[in-house]
């Protein structure tokens, strides 16, 4: 039995926040300020059908091009 959209989504988000963090060498705090304030969960779940079907390394470079779009560097 596969996992609901629900389930797949979180498991998704969460697998690309730990990405997230050991890349980009922040803490779960510095992490999770991040992802909130950027609204990279919200990101996710809209590019949902694109990246649950690639890679976590593309899925992770196209975050980091969605923050720099946004004028964050990490």
């Known amino acids: ?3 609901n959209y629900q ?3 979180f498991m998704l988000q969460v697998r690309l926040f730990r990405l997230a963090q050991i ?3 922040k803490t779960v705090a510095e ?8 609204g990279i969960n ?3 779940k809209e590019c949902y059908e694109f990246f649950h079907v ?3 390394e593309a899925n992770i470079a196209d ?5 720099r779009g946004k004028g964050f560097t990490i």
């Open 1 to 3: 039995m596969g996992l």
């Open 7 to 9: 389930d797949d989504l």
């Open 23 to 25: 890349r980009w060498d």
């Open 31 to 38: 992490c999770e300020n991040i992802f909130n304030t950027y």
């Open 42 to 44: 919200e990101y996710i």
């Open 54 to 56: 690639q890679g976590d």
């Open 63 to 67: 975050i980091e091009s969605y923050l």
